[in-house]
């Protein structure tokens, strides 16, 4: 069974940069994606960042687009998130998931694993 592990939240003043990491404990298939989600209070989770395990495919969502980068390490079966110049608006659980399809869509019924999440607070 594969498991995440998030790792790398916390707080943080606007404008200022934390860099997320998902650990996956092992992946049986060679193929597979994973996906960033974040999710504010009252709010649906919504896709952040994608990368297949080739990393020939990446997709960003619109909270993510133009100042998160993700990228993975496939040899240490870790994917990272950097978010450089945070808001207020970036705040929430940050959560990991992966599918072994080589697909990269902000449908969470589409990821059978989920890591537990990490906090994420932009605040001043």
């Known amino acids: 069974q594969l498991q995440l592990k998030e790792a790398g939240g916390g707080s943080v003043q606007p404008g200022g940069s934390l860099r997320l990491s998902c650990a996956a404990s092992?992946?049986?298939?060679?193929?597979?994606?994973i996906i960033w989600f974040r999710q504010a209070p009252g709010k649906e989770r919504e896709g952040v960042a994608c990368?297949?395990?080739?990393?020939?495919?990446?997709k960003y969502g619109d909270a993510g687009a133009g100042r998160f980068t993700i990228s993975l390490d496939n040899a240490k079966n870790m994917v990272f998130l950097q978010m450089d110049r945070l808001e207020p608006e970036d705040t929430g659980l940050y959560y990991c998931?992966?599918?072994?399809?080589?697909?990269?869509?902000?449908?969470?019924?589409?990821?059978?694993?989920w890591g537990q999440g990490t906090q994420v607070t932009v605040s001043s």
């Open positions: 092992t992946f049986t298939s060679n193929y597979y994606a």
């Open positions: 998931a992966a599918t072994t399809r080589l697909l990269c869509v902000p449908d969470v019924t589409e990821y059978a694993y």
């Open positions: 990368i297949t395990s080739s990393g020939g495919m990446v």
